[in-house]
């Protein structure tokens, strides 16, 4: 490996560290791993998950419920839902309305078909 190669190598591992923390920001691993808290944190709030739970002391409490705009977009995608039942209905009936009329014209015989036809 080459000096520079080595100089670079040091360099990121020095920079995983300050990023990461050190060994001594880890838990003691004799402790089971569902009972060690997760601290993340992100920008200028912390989040810290904790028997089953999220929660923080520095976001604002309207985090744990949906805003306005989820609101909305969740009533909409139920409209749309309904819409798309029904739209499926209709087809189902279209195409069942198409074959019936189909097997009358063909049991009616073939001078009525070739009249539906013009």
């Known amino acids: 490996v080459s000096t ?4 670079r190598l040091r360099s990121s591992h020095q920079s995983l560290n300050s990023s990461f923390g050190s060994h001594q920001d880890y838990p003691d691993p004799s402790i089971p791993l569902n009972k060690v808290p997760i601290n993340v944190k992100l920008g200028d709030y912390q989040l ?4 089953g739970c999220w929660h923080s002391d520095t976001l604002p ?4 419920q949906p805003n306005k705009e989820v609101t909305t977009l969740r009533g909409r995608i ?3 839902t309904e819409e798309n039942e029904l739209l499926k209905v209709k ?5 069942d309305m198409l074959a019936l009329t189909r097997l009358d014209l063909e049991a009616a015989g073939p001078g009525v078909q070739a009249t539906a036809r013009r």
């Open 61 to 64: 409490s309207q985090m744990g």
């Open 48 to 51: 810290i998950y904790e028997d």
């Open 4 to 7: 520079r190669s080595a100089q």
């Open 78 to 80: 139920k409209e749309l």
């Open 91 to 95: 087809v189902e009936t279209l195409l």
